[in-house]
């Protein structure tokens, strides 16, 4: 078992920056792939970002790519999201989630661990 535990939302207005952080406890955490997704309300859970186990290898959504990036420490056992020039459409929960799929998995289904989910709100 893999337990993630999310921070560092809030309600921000437009273009300013927030950094989440994910905490991982349990099994070893440079075994997984790392990734974030985002739900807003009424749609679905949307790919966001994803680290390799490494760190070496990044990919992100062409609707956040240039503004989001994705990081880990696994030494500390953390990875966060750095978001900059946030907008209202970035308004959501946002997940982070452990895979065990090589690579760079992109789809809700290849993970196998998720956080409780933070709330980023942006206003106009």
């Known amino acids: 078992q893999v337990q993630l535990v999310e921070s560092g939302g809030g309600l921000v207005q437009a273009g300013d920056s927030l950094r989440l952080s994910c905490a991982a406890s349990?099994?070893?955490?440079?075994?997984?792939?790392m990734g974030w997704f985002r739900q807003a309300p009424g749609k679905e859970r949307d790919f966001v970002a994803v680290i390799t186990r490494s760190g070496g290898s990044t990919a992100a959504s062409d609707s956040v790519k240039g503004r989001f990036t994705i990081s880990r420490d696994n030494a500390k056992n953390t990875v966060f999201l750095q978001m900059n020039n946030l907008k209202p459409e970035d308004t959501a929960v946002y997940y982070c989630a452990a895979s065990s799929v090589y690579g760079t998995p992109r789809r809700v289904l290849e993970y196998n661990y998720w956080g409780q989910g933070t709330q980023v709100t942006v206003s106009s």
């Open positions: 349990g099994r070893t955490f440079s075994n997984y792939g």
